[in-house]
Nanobody
Framework: QVQLVESGGGLVQPGGSLKLSCVVS????????VAWYRQAPGKQRDFVAR???????NYAASVKDRFTISRDSAKNTVYLQMDTLKPEDTAPYYC???????WGQGTQVTVSS
């Protein structure tokens, strides 16, 4: 059974940083892409970032140059480093494994002064 567990969310002031983690169990991420999404209140779930098997990355335009996705295959974990956070980044963030269409339960990020 594939499980994804996110952590690292919290309350941060504008301009601050957070690092999210997604621990995957039940399948190895070594040869699979992993992605992050977020869903602001009243809006659809939006793509944030994705990292491929080979380490290539792509980002939503709204987070490019502020967020960095990375992976540690030995720990079966994917990270999302978020810098220069803005109030509009507030949302629950979800980890996704496209190969199995698996999702985590989400971790809340709130950017507010």
């Amino acid at each position: 059974q594939v499980q994804l567990v996110e952590s690292g969310g919290g309350l941060v002031q504008p301009g601050g940083s957070l690092k999210l983690s997604c621990v995957v169990s039940g399948v190895s991420i070594r040869f699979r892409d992993v992605a992050w999404y977020r869903q602001a209140p009243g809006k659809q779930r939006d793509f944030v970032a994705r990292i491929s098997t080979y380490g290539s990355t792509n980002y939503a335009a709204s987070v490019k140059d502020r967020f960095t996705i990375s992976r540690d295959s030995a720990k079966n974990t994917v990270y999302l480093q978020m810098d220069t956070l803005k109030p509009e980044d507030t949302a629950p963030y979800y980890c996704n494994l496209p190969a199995t269409d698996s999702w985590g339960q989400g971790t809340q990020v709130t950017v507010s002064s």
